[in-house]
């Protein structure tokens, strides 16, 4: 059980840490309404943070990748622990 809480955790921290500086850098300029625009405020990018557009995508992409694998060893932990229990 505590491998499938970590596992939940690093999928949080992961999705706050890398994949919502890389949506609110997106998301800047568009018009949406003030829900949207302060959920794309928070963990906004500083200047000096801006990368060029491939190394964005690829932040993205890789940490939706690892977001999968946090996720995957968390079902399966449960699902581990849920069967030595029965």
Same mark, same amino acid.
């Given at each position: ?23 609110? &850098? ?35 992409? &890789? ?24």
């Amino acid at each position: 059980m505590l491998i499938a809480l970590l596992g939940t955790v690093a999928m949080n921290a992961i999705f706050w840490f890398a994949v919502q500086p890389v949506n609110s &850098y997106w998301m800047e300029g568009h018009a949406v309404s003030s829900f949207a625009a302060s959920f794309f405020r928070i963990g906004a990018m500083r200047e000096d943070q801006r990368l060029q557009w491939t190394r964005l995508r690829d932040r993205w992409e &890789y940490s939706h990748l690892a977001r999968a694998v946090a996720s995957s060893v968390s079902l399966l932990a449960l699902v581990i622990s849920l069967a030595i229990q029965s």
